[in-house]
């Protein structure tokens, strides 16, 4: 059993693995009686960066339940590589946590796993939040060059990335803003503003830096998505049947805005929350973030079962 670790001021996990029906799966889930929401990581990430994403989840509401995706950490690929098989690893993860039913939160390139989740186990997912998250075919954005893909996804770009997330965390932001969103030098200016002033935003810059370092136990799962991705080409998530939320930024060069778009017009009552002038993290790093999490709160209350 791994030591407890901080991902965020306050808030620690401490993974385990378990065997389920299909497989080996590292998870981590918080204390307490309330209904259970997974969290569904996105690309070189894993069970902290799973935390981390669902920060903004009451846990004295809530359980919430982190896991890595197969390839990512202590979850083996082997427990699956296509989207069909994680999001079956998933009900199978419920199950031997003995859990009935979970609402899903994704972001990124968690969301094929997790729509398809609600679409293959419709019964186990009491409401759906999509945060950025992928709907469709996916490739790596047209705006992280060569040397931003070498930083986010080497070992020594993760090194270099950490001594300069520490040392200059406004470079660090607008590398990431440069590859991930659609933004004039003026909206440049003004996010950067927002998340250097933004307590909540520095913290979540240098807690999401830490889940994508090091780099080399995720690779396997981050290279698996990227060929996954490639094959797709819409998911069908006009299947989905529980209560959907689709969040995402209008300006989002990584995961486009059309995924949102796509997702909530074929999810049947689907609510949406689109963050103006927002990047592929703006649910996190936008002045809009605030209302954003808000709505996400709302949503899970809304719908959370009863008793």
Not at 107 to 118: E, F, H, N, Q, T
């Amino acid at each position: 059993m791994a030591q407890a670790k901080e991902v965020l001021p306050g808030i620690s996990i401490e993974p385990k693995v378990v065997q389920t029906s299909l497989g080996q799966v590292e998870y981590d889930l918080t204390e307490g009686q309330g209904p259970v929401v997974l969290s569904c990581h996105g690309g070189i990430g894993g069970v902290d960066q799973a935390r981390v994403l669902a920060d903004w989840v009451d846990t004295g509401s809530y359980r919430v339940l982190s896991l890595s995706r197969p390839g990512y950490l202590g979850t083996p690929l082997s427990s699956g590589r296509g989207v069909e098989e994680q999001a079956d690893l998933m009900a199978a993860l419920l199950d031997a946590l003995h859990i009935d039913q979970a609402a899903v939160v994704s972001a990124s390139a968690g969301g094929p796993p997790a729509y398809m989740l609600a679409i293959r186990h419709p019964q186990r997912v009491w409401a759906l939040v999509a945060i950025d998250a992928v709907s469709g075919y996916y490739d790596m954005p047209e705006t992280a060059g060569p040397i931003a893909q070498a930083i986010f996804t080497t070992q020594w770009g993760q090194k270099l990335l950490k001594m300069i997330g520490e040392a200059r965390p406004d470079i660090f932001l607008k590398q990431i803003f440069q590859a991930e969103a659609y933004l004039t030098k003026k909206q440049m200016k003004e996010h950067l503003d927002f998340a250097m002033n933004s307590p909540m935003a520095k913290d979540f810059v240098k807690a999401f830096m830490n889940t994508m370092n090091p780099y080399q136990p995720r690779k396997a799962g981050t290279e698996n998505d990227m060929e996954q991705y490639r094959r797709l080409h819409h998911l069908p998530v006009e299947n989905i049947t529980c209560p959907s939320l689709i969040i995402h930024g209008t300006h989002d060069a990584d995961v486009k805005f059309y995924d949102g778009v796509y997702a909530h017009e074929n999810i049947k009552n689907s609510q949406r929350f689109w963050i103006e002038e927002g990047s592929h993290l703006a649910f996190w790093l936008n002045r809009h973030a605030p209302k954003a999490r808000e709505a996400a709160r709302r949503f899970l209350e809304e719908h959370s079962p009863k008793g």
